[in-house]
């Protein structure tokens, strides 16, 4: 994917914030740009498998609804919460995991700054001769 | 909606900079590029963080004060900000201002949380003092008050949303007036801005609660090179420009009513409700669920506590909200304004709604806008902020402006009372 390394930059500025347990930009199979697993909260990482597979089927649902410009989507697994921030007309999600209780309004800023990041990298690419 | 000319004050400069950078060198550096764009000297400027940079703070201070050593620099820890470069809730942003026809000092005071009255007369005489020499009519302060922290009791640690009634009551009545001697607990923001207002009766005022990113663990306020934490700093100013101020609540009520029987810590827990324990009176006669339904009542707290704040018919500008739980006593954000409460709501709707209102007078010139609107709205609205700051932009076209997302926000217009509340839009600027 063009603009890799500057994705990573904006997903590993995201696992900074305390709250953020795991950050990754992907689309169903977790095909995308991850930073390390090492850099993801130990106690994510346990449950990653249940993680994966619940996260796989909310990606058919946006994969389904995209066509209508399906913006977020969010899921609550155990302790955690999984937020899907929907790159426009696309099947690609900003995704992060935090835990249950966090305060979301304060995330969902970042999450909304770290889209429009990806999203300006994305064009200025289509925008390249 | 009005899209505003502005006609460029002469001489007044206004820069805000914001800078997303981590290492605190490099925020410095951002930062002072960016202010020298448009003011080479600044009066007086403005620097808040969010807590993610507390590791950085000295940093950041020396080499803006380096950069700027003629400056007076206050500012300290807010949850969030916004401004034409965006909405963060994460970053370094600084308010820098230039005109000649100004006059300006600094304040602090110090052990707000132990002994606000005498915190705000420090501060408020350093400012009388600073400024004894000025020539110009009207006055006005930017202040920034240690937030509220969650009660840290020796031996027993923090304290927050406690179910024992004993130890609710020893909380309330022991624990809340020594844990304010040790640093922590309620804020107090209503006696330090009465207090305020009594030293400096012509003074327009404008702040808001330092706070950390709604944990309230720590808060961080600054005075040029120094960091304080439990203090209030402010910045006095003198000019010959008319200071224009703005401010509207975001909340309904509802026709919940209610009776305050029972009070503790001089007005900031409710002990009793119509006579009859107030948790239990709150939950199942005023919200009308039962507890039972939160797994916990941090879960209370985090997922509905926000939506419901609280007015009262003796002070409608006083809007407050439930700060936790002490057995059946319900610990307040801030001083109650009555007895006879009443049941708010606010939807995030109603917010972006209520922002549409302000500077819609077509006479109005803004060289800048300075305004505090609390952190709260961030959590009701989240990403839907960003609907706020196009409806900002579209009213006020090429203006600097800097909204800081404190916990509460103060403000006042002499000679009335000064209003504390949370929930709130208030805004500044000259003309």
Redesign the interface.
């Known amino acids: 994917m063009a603009h890799e390394k500057e994705i990573l930059d904006i997903l590993e500025d995201m696992l900074k914030l305390e709250d953020v347990y795991a950050c990754m930009l992907v689309r169903k199979g977790m095909q995308g740009i991850m930073p390390p697993a090492e850099k993801f909260n130990r106690n994510v990482m346990s449950i990653w498998n249940i993680l994966r597979m619940t996260m796989d089927e909310f990606f058919d649902v946006i994969k389904q609804f995209s066509k209508y410009n399906l913006g977020e989507v969010n899921f609550r697994l155990m302790n955690y919460e999984v937020m899907f921030f929907i790159l426009p007309w696309s099947d690609m999600a900003l995704v992060a995991i935090i835990p249950a209780l966090a305060n979301k309004g304060l995330l969902e800023v970042e999450m909304e700054n770290g889209r429009r990041k990806i999203i300006e990298l994305m064009e200025r690419k289509d925008d390249s001769p | 909606m009005t899209h505003h000319k502005l006609e460029k004050t002469p001489g007044l400069k206004v820069s805000v900079a914001v800078s997303r950078e ?1 290492n605190g060198k490099t925020v410095a550096s951002e930062i002072i590029g960016k202010i020298n764009v448009k003011v080479q000297k600044p009066k007086f400027i403005l620097l808040f963080t969010t807590i ?1 940079y507390k590791d950085d703070f000295k940093l950041i201070l020396s080499g803006i004060k380096d950069a700027f050593p003629d400056s007076p620099l206050i500012g300290g820890t807010v ?2 900000f916004m401004c034409p470069e ?5 970053g370094v942003t600084a308010f820098a201002l230039d005109y000649p026809n100004m006059d300006v000092c600094l304040g602090v005071g110090r052990h707000t949380k132990r002994n606000p009255k005498k915190a705000a007369r420090e501060c408020a005489d350093m400012i009388k003092e600073g400024l004894k020499k000025n020539k110009y009519e009207t006055k006005f302060l930017i202040n920034l008050i240690s937030a509220p922290l969650i009660p840290e009791l020796p031996l027993v640690g923090k304290v927050n949303n406690v179910k024992s009634n004993i130890l609710g009551m020893i909380l309330s009545y022991i624990g809340m007036p020594l844990v304010s001697y040790l640093g922590s607990g309620i804020a107090k923001e209503s006696d330090i801005l009465d207090q305020l207002a009594l030293s400096l009766p012509e003074f327009h005022i404008i702040g808001g609660s330092s706070v950390d ?3 309230m663990i720590s808060n961080y306020q600054f005075i040029e090179n120094e960091i304080y934490t439990n203090a209030i700093v402010a910045i006095g100013c003198a000019t010959d420009k008319e200071v224009y101020q703005e401010n509207c609540a975001m909340v309904h009520e509802t026709d919940k009513k209610f009776k305050i029987t029972g009070t503790a810590y001089n007005d900031r827990i409710i002990t009793s409700i119509e006579n009859k324990p107030a948790k239990e009176y709150f939950f199942e006669n005023v919200l009308g669920f039962s507890e039972k339904l939160f797994k916990n009542l ?2 209370f707290y ?2 509905t506590s926000d939506y419901f704040p609280l007015t009262f018919e003796e002070n409608k500008e006083r809007i407050l909200g439930v700060g936790c739980f002490f057995g059946e006593n319900i610990l307040l954000s801030h001083k109650m304004g009555g007895k006879h409460a009443i049941l708010c709501s606010v939807r995030g709707k109603e917010i972006i709604t209520n922002m549409s209102t302000v500077f819609n007078n077509d006479e109005k010139n803004y060289p800048f806008i300075l305004a505090f609107s609390s ?1 709260i709205h ?6 839907n ?2 609907d706020i700051k196009i409806l900002l932009d579209r009213k006020l076209g090429d203006t600097p402006y800097l909204v800081l997302q404190p916990m509460i926000e103060n403000t006042r217009t002499p000679p009335q009372k000064p209003i504390i509340r949370a929930y709130s839009f208030n805004a500044l600027t000259l003309k």
């Open positions: 981590w993610h949850a969030g965006g909405c963060f809730t994460r990113d709604g944990r941090g879960a985090y997922k952190i961030v959590f009701i609205l989240g990403k902020i960003f």
